[in-house]
């Protein structure tokens, strides 16, 4: 139990430290909502109370808290924009609110119903849990502060049973919002881990690994665009010679053998910032970044081709592959790399395959 209490802590760290940009956001936002939707229960509130309760005067106490809402949704409106880009920013600003927000409505339940046991406290910092999200050990923090303030006015107005009660509701409150606060994190977490699968599924080839056609094109195209003039780069691009007859004879289960490892090959022959994808059934794609040898393309295409040939996959052996690239230090497109590498590749099949062809310009 202690052991999993350790590891709620440790996520809700990870996912604070992770969003924050997006809770100081998000965090700031919500409270306009929450402020209109206070002014609004309060109004309807009142109003109920004195059309069928004691009338104006039991009720008037609520009008100061009302009047600290609606100047405080004033407030709101100017500087919230203000205080959105910053985690430490939002967190004193949403702080100060619920304070006010809070700790207002607090003291006139408490001076309205000075009999009876508290509700909207309670009730409050449970909401809390759901409108505010902050690094658990500050949260548990701002909420004790809040509940010892409440208990303060607590003992002005209430018997000292009516305070005990109202302490151990009070208590046993920050208790399950800090256990809500866990369970809403978790959850948070583990719908992120299943949008990065989501996204990554969609994003790579899945029987290889590698990016799709799609992801690769989007990859290559963001670096080409930001890549300064002069810095090379190089557009590799491999197709397996032969390939349908792999499939025909030996069944497609054995052709997929054959194109994991080939990916596998590729994946060791290049540095994992390279990028790297499958873009068909049989051929695939390399963009190798920055500055190499001149005869780094060279060296490559040769072993990934003895690895090919040497290699022996359940039962299918001499496979071989035809390797076009293309070398580029300008600016450029992807389309314009790709159909210079695809233009050296089909030389080197038109000159029998099994071999490589870097593009010249009179290709």
């Not at 909207?120 to 902050?134: G, K, R």
């Not at 994003?203 to 690994?209: F, M, P, S, V, Y």
Request: charged letters at 20%; one cysteine or more; a neutral charge.
């Amino acid at each position: 139990m202690i052991q999993k209490l350790f590891q709620f802590y440790d996520d809700s760290e990870y996912y604070i430290e992770t969003n924050k940009k997006k809770l100081a956001y998000d965090n700031v936002s919500v409270i306009r909502r929450m402020l209109t939707f206070f002014v609004f229960i309060t109004v309807l509130y009142i109003l109920t109370g004195i059309a069928f309760g004691g009338g104006i005067p039991a009720y008037s106490k609520y009008f100061p808290a009302l009047l600290a809402v609606v100047i405080v949704t004033l407030v709101n409106d100017i500087c919230s924009k203000n205080v959105r880009g910053s985690f430490i920013i939002s967190r004193i600003y949403c702080t100060v609110v619920y304070t006010l927000v809070i700790v207002t409505f607090s003291a006139a339940d408490i001076i309205i119903y000075s009999g009876s046991r508290a509700v909207f406290f309670p009730c409050a910092i449970l909401v809390l849990t759901m409108l505010y999200i902050d690094r658990i050990s500050y949260a548990f923090l701002f909420k004790s502060i809040l509940a010892l303030i409440f208990i303060l006015i607590d003992i002005k107005y209430k018997t000292t049973a009516l305070v005990i009660s109202d302490l151990t509701v009070v208590t046993l409150s920050i208790f399950a919002s800090s256990f809500s606060y866990l369970a809403i994190i978790t959850t948070a977490l583990s719908r992120r881990e299943d949008n990065i699968k989501l996204v990554k599924m969609s994003q790579t080839d899945l029987l290889t690994g590698l990016l799709n056609k799609v992801s690769f094109e989007e990859r290559c195209t963001e670096y080409l665009d930001r890549k300064m003039n002069g810095a090379k780069c190089t557009m590799f691009i491999f197709d397996l010679d032969n390939f349908k007859n792999v499939n025909d004879q030996y069944g497609h289960a054995a052709g997929d053998k054959v194109i994991k490892f080939f990916a596998e090959t590729l994946w060791s022959y290049f540095h994992p910032d390279d990028i790297i994808g499958r873009i068909g059934g049989d051929e695939f794609m390399v963009l190798v970044l920055g500055e190499m040898p001149d005869d780094f393309p060279e060296i490559r295409c040769r072993s990934v081709l003895h690895e090919l040939k040497t290699s022996n996959i359940d039962g299918i052996t001499g496979m071989t592959c035809s390797m076009g690239f293309a070398i580029e230090t300008g600016r450029i497109s992807f389309g314009e790399i790709y159909a210079m590498a695809d233009k050296a590749l089909y030389k080197a099949k038109e000159n029998g395959k099994a071999q490589y062809h870097r593009y010249q310009a009179n290709d």
